[in-house]
């Protein structure tokens, strides 16, 4: 994502300083990025427990449709609006600042293989790197959104579950094919599995496959995790900005990512489910 005052990618979730009219348009860089603008203004960060109408066997967390480090829940202030990229990064920007990324793209199930679908395989060294030569090339600066930044941005105004509400829309459940790389594995003779169960060759990243939230953001419910700039933090206790800074301190040795991947079950892909990996790690469920 992009801002401005702080032009954030999101999804490059990365945020650009720059010039930004409060009431800005919709504008595309030299590499293809359309940025949205994203209002100043405040929301509240995480997620509240709730009495739900369901339950599960496995864990009172997802009961009370919250865990543990989304907590607790407090007030945030965005003071600057700011710009974010409407779409996640994709393999054709990416590989305009590293060439190279092109022969990792994954064969076998064929991940993310178009030009026009999420980047993955990309760490948040990576990731912080093209901010950098981005940012030479925009002559703004350029960054990571911070991990306030990005909820709010994806809730957009929202107060629910996601952005559409607390139930995703029965697509989203569909596209999830967490278990579907696997089924070969536990499964090789197609013809003795249950009828219900769906066998795929390529799980398909490209963009805009779901409708935008409130601001003109995509995807910001599963595709791929993305990377944001802050330390992870275990939760919300010990004095958290309240004004959609950097959280400085807490554990330099993983970052926080965001938004769920096409690998992780539709209930981890609430606005503030929360995840965390190694900066210098390439994962194949991760971009930004």
């Not at 092109?102 to 026009?116: L, P």
């Not at 980047?119 to 950098?132: M, R, T």
């Not at 107060?159 to 029965?170: A, E, Q």
């Not at 569909?174 to 060759?201: C, E, H, R, W």
Request: glycine share 8%; proline share 5%; charged share 25%.
């Amino acid at each position: 994502m992009k801002a401005s005052f702080a032009h954030s990618l999101l999804l490059l979730s990365c945020l650009l300083c720059g010039a930004l009219s409060v009431h800005g348009a919709e504008t595309e860089n030299s590499v293809g990025m359309k940025m949205v603008p994203i209002p100043a203004g405040h929301f509240r960060m995480g997620q509240e427990k709730r009495n739900l109408n369901y339950k599960w066997s496995c864990s009172l967390e997802i009961d009370q449709g919250a865990d543990w480090d989304e907590q607790p829940v407090r007030e945030v202030e965005i003071t600057k609006p700011f710009e974010l990229s409407a779409t996640e990064v994709t393999n054709a920007q990416y590989e305009l600042f590293e060439p190279g990324h092109r022969a990792a793209r994954r064969t076998g199930k064929k991940i993310s293989q178009e030009d026009e679908a999420a980047v993955v395989n990309v760490s948040w060294d990576d990731a912080v790197h093209f901010c950098q030569w981005l940012s030479a090339k925009e002559k703004t600066h350029c960054r990571l959104p911070t991990e306030a930044e990005w909820e709010y941005a994806c809730r957009a105004g929202t107060t629910t579950f996601h952005h559409h509400g607390d139930v995703l829309p029965d697509k989203y459940i569909q596209m999830n094919a967490g278990y579907l790389t696997q089924m070969d594995l536990y499964i090789p003779d197609k013809s003795k599995a249950p009828a219900y169960y769906v066998f795929v060759d390529k799980i398909s990243l490209l963009e805009k496959q779901h409708e935008p939230n409130a601001w003109g953001l995509y995807q910001v419910h599963g595709n791929v995790w993305e990377w944001c700039e802050d330390n992870w933090h275990g939760d919300y206790t010990g004095n958290p900005p309240v004004n959609g800074s950097i959280w400085e301190g807490g554990d330099k040795e993983v970052r926080v990512l965001r938004g769920g991947a096409w690998i992780i079950i539709p209930d981890d892909l609430r606005s503030a489910f929360r995840f965390r990996f190694q900066p210098g790690f390439r994962i194949i469920n991760a971009g930004f």
